[in-house]
């Protein structure tokens, strides 16, 4: 099969396209034949090898343990491992492609691909492959970061900055559709498209400081973590909560050892001292989010928003358009 090979850390120019190994289904394991797979965040990071913590955490030390990056797919189950209950062979699914965290390449930028059982869902109707391939990572944090640490509940006045981006735009459409008034933050160039996602009002953060404003909010999502703590609980209402996604702008920002880790490890610190960060507790997998996921696009609740799709053979400038960080939405690789 034709698949996307990466040897040893370094910068996109270490991508390329090979002829490797169909994999075969496991127990407990379904092989999809791959019609898109997501890029996102964890690809960059994996693909340069930082923060440096990363390799300690599974993905290599000196080259990534999986020569084939990718974590997450849409496509069609070519066949089912022993024990497999919950698909057939013909099915439409989507999902990811490994367990655990993401921090790691699993296989997806191929043709075929091997995914447990229990990280695959059936693909909606109302999605094509492009755009269900790019919900699972993107979507499973939104939904920790907006229901399961941020409470959202209808009425509530909730921030989300960071907007336009991949967790970003999925939030947006999360904290609408739980019935909150949502207000989007972003540069101005994204705007447009996050009140297309269902954002009440928005906000340009270039435009003035954004943490100085008169309005409080119950719940602030803040995917790039840009800004301290201390300068959101000005516009934190008293028993608001903060939710910290964090982003280390690939590279530009953080620690090559730790990155973007730090400031989220110091806020586990102070959350048990600080109700604010009752979310920074909560971030427990119930086991739903993707379930959760498809509830919402099957309602027309939620939709991935495209910004450009690639080739697998064109995976490089995939990777060099999303870390330019101008992206709206995702980025998706088509097979």
């Not at 943490?211 to 719940?219: A, I, K, L, S």
Request: include cysteine.
């Amino acid at each position: 099969m034709r698949a996307v090979v990466q040897d040893r850390y370094g910068d996109v120019d270490v991508l390329r396209v090979a002829d490797e190994p169909r994999p075969t289904a496991g127990p407990g394991q379904v092989l999809v034949r791959v019609q898109a797979a997501s890029v996102h965040p964890d690809v960059w990071h994996v693909l340069t090898g930082r923060p440096y913590v990363l390799r300690l955490m599974g993905s290599g030390l000196r080259r990534p343990r999986q020569r084939v990056p990718g974590t997450d797919v849409a496509g069609v189950v070519e066949e089912v491992g022993p024990g497999v209950t919950r698909f057939a062979v013909g099915d439409d699914v989507y999902g990811e492609t490994l367990t655990g965290h993401q921090w790691r390449n699993a296989g997806a930028f191929a043709e075929y691909a091997v995914a447990a059982e229990h990280r695959l869902a059936r693909r909606p109707a109302r999605l094509s492959p492009v755009q269900a391939a790019a919900l699972p990572t993107s979507g499973v944090i939104a939904v920790q970061a907006v229901r399961d640490e941020g409470g959202v509940r209808a009425g509530q006045q909730v921030l989300v900055h960071g907007a336009g981006g991949g967790v970003g735009h999925l939030a947006v459409q999360l904290a609408a559709a739980y019935g909150a008034h949502v207000t989007a933050s972003d540069l101005p160039d994204k705007l447009a498209m996050a009140l297309s996602m269902g954002a009440h009002q928005v906000v340009d953060p270039t435009a003035g400081d954004i943490t100085r404003g008169e309005q409080r909010y119950d719940v602030v999502i803040d995917v790039p973590g840009n800004r301290r703590f201390r300068h959101w609980r000005r516009v934190l209402a008293p028993d608001g909560r903060y939710v910290l996604v964090g982003h280390d702008q690939y590279g530009r920002k953080g620690g090559r050892v730790l990155g973007g880790m730090a400031p989220a490890l110091w806020l586990v610190a102070q959350s048990p001292f600080r109700r604010q960060l009752v979310g920074v507790r909560a971030a427990r997998d119930p086991g739903d989010r993707m379930t959760e996921l498809t509830r919402l696009v099957e309602h027309g609740a939620l939709t991935p928003w495209i910004d450009r799709t690639y080739g697998l053979g064109e995976v490089a400038d995939a990777v060099r358009h999303l870390a330019g960080g101008t992206v709206c939405g995702k980025v998706v690789l088509t097979v």
